[in-house]
């Protein structure tokens, strides 16, 4: 078995979770290694994706309007830092119907946070965008600041900064820490290759694979679903689908998300709806034919122009989901030194650099808050009911 030296914090899991958690460590001060058994951003991995939306609409969760507001400080801030150029303001549009609660609330608690947003009623979005059929749709809210992340390229920028600053990255996965019968501290993992990091804490920030490294705790509390994603291209010299004449735009009430055109990839949807249960080491990532023809059936409906597009590309990745979709940040319950990080629930990419700093000042102790209850694992149910959206 190999030894490696000790660092004052090893974080398992190079997703955006990890990775913005390992980059807050590094720059205070701390020793970082960082673990991933497929790399920074994989193709298996539910941060490996081309885009991703970022958005400050949630409804009445304040919570996490506001840390989305703050990671977008921090996603832009790092960019800027960075000379990076992975944020894309396309503006999202929240699409609704007379009688819907949620886009309600979503608007009144964006304005109380402050953020800009603008209410478009039929009249005004038939005529910004006369390429989308809005149907029984009556109005809607207007994010101008919000838009989308290159998301893997992205992850990877946040992994290859900190290792900049100092942190180790190890290619290599690990194998669940023994349980003591009373509470403990952790003082090393062991790698699948036979490697064995100290550290002072540990944050597993695993994504899907939390569950596979601590099943006694969380095999029933994070729930994995397939998830599939279609790219369509836009008929040949036409504009309508891509910045500036489209924005992101969400269908609350049928569960769809769109992303519009971004660097000729193809026009991006997807069906929100949880899928059915997988394993993101081994599950079989090409798109299925009945997600194909209910993906063609909306566009037909909310896009006629793009009804018979051609598919450009299909990706099949994963949810994490907790039972109703708040994050899981808490201590683990045998260990005195082990942090818990995940449950991103299909919202999470856009909060990582939040997540981060939230975890990090945790698992440093600069932070004496006690942790939020919503993120606590003692409020995670083994029975999916979606809160979160």
């Not at 009445?60 to 990671?71: G, K, L, Q, V």
């Not at 952790?186 to 036979?194: A, K, N, P, V, W």
């Not at 944050?203 to 490294?213: E, S, Y």
Request: proline share 6%; with cysteine.
């Amino acid at each position: 078995m190999t030894a490696i030296k000790s660092y004052d914090v090893a974080v398992v899991g190079a997703g955006v979770f990890g990775a913005w958690t390992a980059h807050h460590l590094q720059r205070s001060g701390r020793s970082v290694a960082l673990l991933d058994a497929y790399g920074a951003a994989n193709s298996r991995a539910s941060s490996g994706a081309e885009s991703r939306v970022i958005r400050m609409g949630y409804g009445s969760d304040e919570i996490y309007t506001r840390w989305a507001m703050r990671s977008l400080e921090l996603w832009q801030e790092f960019f800027a830092r960075t000379g990076e150029d992975l944020f894309r303001r396309t503006g999202v549009l929240w699409m609704a119907r007379d009688d819907d609660p949620y886009t309600v609330e979503t608007l009144a608690t964006l304005n109380r946070a402050g953020v800009p947003a603008e209410r478009l009623g039929r009249a005004e979005l038939e005529e910004r965008y006369p390429q989308i059929d809005f149907g029984p749709l009556t109005w809607a809210i207007f994010e101008p600041q919000s838009g989308a992340l290159m998301a893997r390229r992205a992850v990877r920028a946040v992994v290859r900064e900190t290792l900049r600053r100092g942190a180790t990255y190890l290619n290599d996965s690990v194998t669940t820490p023994l349980l003591m019968k009373e509470r403990a501290r952790l003082d090393s993992i062991e790698t699948s290759s036979g490697s064995r990091i100290f550290a002072q804490s540990f944050v597993f920030a695993c994504g899907p694979w939390l569950p596979k490294v601590f099943p006694e705790i969380l095999r029933d509390l994070i729930h994995v679903t397939r998830q599939e994603v279609f790219f369509f291209g836009a008929p040949v010299g036409d504009l309508r689908f891509a910045p500036p004449l489209m924005p992101v735009w969400i269908d609350f009430h049928d569960l769809v998300y769109a992303i519009p055109d971004l660097e000729g990839r193809g026009f991006k949807m997807a069906i929100d709806r949880h899928g059915p249960p997988c394993d993101a080491d081994s599950m079989n990532r090409l798109a299925s034919m009945e997600g194909l023809e209910e993906a063609r059936g909306y566009l037909a409906r909310r896009v006629p122009a793009l009804k018979d597009a051609p598919v450009l590309e299909t990706r099949v990745c994963q949810y994490e989901n907790s039972s109703n979709g708040d994050f899981l940040i808490d201590l683990h319950p045998g260990f005195d030194n082990v942090w818990l990080v995940g449950g991103g629930s299909g919202h999470g990419f856009k909060h990582g650099p939040a997540v981060g700093e939230y975890a990090a000042a945790r698992v440093t102790g600069e932070s004496s808050q006690p942790i939020e209850p919503r993120f606590a694992l003692a409020a995670k149910q083994s029975v999916q009911k979606r809160a979160v959206f």
